[in-house]
């Protein structure tokens, strides 16, 4: 009897301990995984995702999606595209949200500083605004797209070898000064800390690169990262950069400048923009569930262990 009373408090030992454990690691959620297998650039299944142009539908490429891919076209204008999702909150330290791109370049790379660009907002107030195709210049501003949030700018170079300048550097919307264009400027943003060192990577025709943009919550702030390739920046919004860092997320866009990445402002040639192979946001929290829930988890270890013990007998 002693020998199974042992074995009894020992194996609930285990499962309380496995079930604590598990309660301290940080819960992952897709919240986005868009291959384009639908070749379709509206919703149809569980993780793609609406996609929207932010200045004019001649942004895609016609057709848009073709082999799998989400095509842009930017040849000679400076164009945007972005999705919206469930907004996600960092609420706790270590929460953070990343979203990872993979696109192929065409056969024309041109050459302009800060001229590819990606970002991730707050849309809530505004969700209804942006969740559609714009038609948006420095002439005819969207108020919608004045959204809490950040992104980054790359450099863009044709050089078969990396590129001694080429950096990424950090934009945070300064909502006194927002223009209505979103990633179609970098007037109404504020520089986040200094420019990255010269990464020194460069963009080569017909060539597929992955990129990663994330935000997490720190005891400082809100630290965000950039990576291309194998280059990587990380900064750290403290709240000295107009206003508080952000931390609610629910759009992610791109916009390319013209003349960098193909040749011809024709949404139905092939060498007009790059290709988006995949986009995936993925948000992970620290949160630790509330001290019911844990006792509920408790309870039903306790149960499964008394059960186990009575078969047992």
Not at 116 to 134: E, I, K, W, Y
Not at 207 to 227: N, P
Request: with cysteine.
């Amino acid at each position: 009897m002693i020998v199974q009373r042992c074995s009894f408090l020992s194996l609930f030992v285990v499962l309380a301990a496995t079930v604590l454990a598990g309660s301290g690691q940080a819960a992952l959620v897709v919240v986005v995984d868009d291959s384009f297998a639908d070749n379709d650039r509206a919703k149809t299944g569980t993780d793609d995702t609406n996609w929207y142009a932010t200045n004019t539908t001649s942004a895609f490429e016609s057709p848009s999606l073709t082999n799998n891919q989400l095509r842009m076209a930017t040849g000679t204008s400076g164009r945007g595209i972005h999705t919206v999702f469930t907004a996600q909150s960092l609420s706790n330290i270590g929460d953070k949200i990343t979203a990872t791109y993979t696109f192929t370049t065409p056969s024309t790379i041109g050459a302009s500083t800060g001229s590819f660009r990606v970002g991730m907002f707050n849309p809530t107030a505004t969700l209804a605004g942006v969740s559609q195709d714009l038609s948006v210049g420095s002439s005819s501003p969207n108020v919608d797209l004045n959204m809490p949030g950040y992104m980054v700018d790359m450099d863009v170079s044709p050089s078969s070898a990396p590129n001694a300048t080429s950096d990424f550097q950090f934009r945070k919307l300064d909502s006194a000064s927002a223009t209505g264009r979103l990633l179609g400027t970098t007037s109404g943003f504020v520089q986040v800390d200094s420019s990255g060192p010269d990464a020194g990577y460069s963009f080569a025709p017909n060539t597929t690169y992955t990129g990663l943009l994330s935000f997490e919550l720190v005891a400082t702030g809100t630290q965000m990262t950039a990576i291309l390739g194998s280059d990587t920046y990380t900064v750290i919004d403290d709240g000295t950069y107009s206003g508080a860092p952000v931390t609610d997320f629910g759009f992610f866009g791109v916009h390319v400048n013209s003349n960098v990445f193909g040749n011809i402002n024709d949404a139905s040639v092939p060498d007009s923009g790059i290709a988006f192979n995949n986009v995936r946001v993925e948000f992970s929290t620290t949160a630790v569930p509330e001290p019911s829930s844990l006792a509920l988890l408790m309870l039903g270890c306790l149960g499964g262990v008394v059960r186990f013990v009575r078969r047992r007998k």
